[in-house]
């Protein structure tokens, strides 16, 4: 089955250590977008890649950034990790062709700081 | 500044009956609306959608309807079943590859 996979499924890290989650797609789309949730919020949109472009939100902080290498992967990268970025971490994809916009959900990464 | 409001955070329905999940929205630019369900420990997975140029889209046990005037949407599931609860997202989009999620409604179905 094609899907979006999320891995871990559970980090836990120390304050300020830097950690990466990883997102791999079957689906061959183009856009894949990072999402944090935390409990009891709407997802929040960090960043987003179409294709190669790399689209960063307004009040996404600086401590996020994110690493497309191809098609396929896609890496959320911490550099200094706060206490207020534990949260769920989703990753999902979109094909722009399909003017509808139905995003695909992996499971998610559940972030936990020490 | 959110632009997609779920007022309820929960909602608890006997199951056979009816549940209506309502949600709101601010952006007049918004063009499609989704919803998405999703269960513990998964990610959220896509439900049903509608266009701005509709008023009403059915699947099965689920329609969705919109109000444009009001900004207004809503998710009936009818009969509701065990395995409806769930958390249910409201989304929108204005067509560039975004979308605006609502914070979710918690649905809860007795037996």
């Known amino acids: 089955d094609a899907m979006v996979i999320q891995n871990p499924r559970y980090q836990v890290t120390q304050f300020g250590k830097p950690v990466t989650l990883s997102c791999s797609q079957t689906?061959?789309?183009?856009?894949m977008y990072w999402y944090q949730q935390k409990s009891s919020q709407a997802p929040k949109l960090l960043f987003h890649?179409?294709?190669?472009?790399?689209?960063n939100e307004a009040d996404t902080p600086d401590n996020f950034q994110s690493r497309r290498p191809n098609t396929s992967f896609c890496f959320l990268d911490i550099r200094s990790p706060g206490l207020g970025d534990a949260a769920m971490y989703l990753c999902?994809?979109?094909?722009?062709?399909?003017?509808?916009?139905?995003?695909?959900f992996g499971p998610g990464t559940r972030l936990t700081v020490l | 500044d959110q632009q997609v409001k779920q007022n309820s955070p929960s909602l608890s329905v006997q199951e056979g009956r009816i549940s209506i999940l309502n949600c709101d929205y601010t952006n007049s630019m918004f063009d499609y609306f989704l919803w998405y369900k999703k269960y513990p420990a998964e990610g959220p997975t896509f439900l049903i959608s509608i266009s701005s140029i509709k008023d009403k889209n059915e699947d099965g046990r689920f329609t969705v309807f919109l109000n444009k005037s009001a900004k207004h949407l809503s998710l009936h599931i009818v009969p509701s079943q065990p395995g409806d609860s769930a958390v249910y997202f409201c989304?929108?989009?204005?067509?560039?590859?975004?979308?605006?999620f609502g914070a979710g409604t918690t649905v809860t179905v007795r037996a």
């Open positions: 989304a929108a989009s204005d067509n560039d590859y975004k979308l605006s």
């Open positions: 689906l061959n789309h183009n856009v």
């Open positions: 890649y179409y294709d190669k472009d790399f689209n």
């Open positions: 999902a994809t979109s094909d722009s062709g399909n003017s509808y916009n139905e995003q695909f």
